[in-house]
């Protein structure tokens, strides 16, 4: 079992930054990879970036290349999400996500569906 805490999320004008936290417990946090995922209102949950259980690969949705960054301190079971120049289209409820697959060291998900253990979510709203 891993309990998953979001914090950090808010409310920021456009251009703006925020950094997220996922505090996580129960389960060796360090043998899983982490992704975070949002959902928009109205729309379906998507993938926002996802990183390996070392912290030396990670990935990144198209809408949010070169403006977040993810990482993880594994000595503090906490996954962060950095997001900079904010745009109001990334309004959303963001959750972070456990995934219990074992795929070889550099391994992470893109797919909702490898994910065992989310978080509660946390609101960030962007302000134009």
């Known amino acids: 079992q891993v309990q998953l805490v979001e914090s950090g999320g808010g409310l920021v004008q456009a251009g703006g930054s925020l950094r997220l936290s996922c505090a996580a417990s129960?389960?060796?946090?360090?043998?899983?990879?982490m992704g975070w995922f949002r959902q928009a209102p109205g729309k379906e949950r998507e993938f926002v970036s996802a990183i390996n259980w070392r912290g030396d690969s990670s990935g990144y949705s198209d809408s949010v290349q070169g403006r977040f960054t993810i990482s993880r301190d594994n000595a503090k079971n906490t996954l962060y999400l950095q997001m900079t120049n904010l745009k109001p289209e990334d309004t959303a409820v963001y959750y972070c996500?456990?995934?219990?697959?074992?795929?070889?060291?550099?391994?992470?998900?893109?797919?909702?569906?490898?994910?065992?253990?989310w978080g509660q979510g946390t609101q960030v709203t962007v302000s134009s």
């Open positions: 129960g389960r060796t946090f360090a043998s899983h990879a």
């Open positions: 996500a456990a995934d219990l697959t074992y795929d070889g060291p550099y391994y992470y998900s893109k797919t909702e569906s490898s994910y065992a253990y």
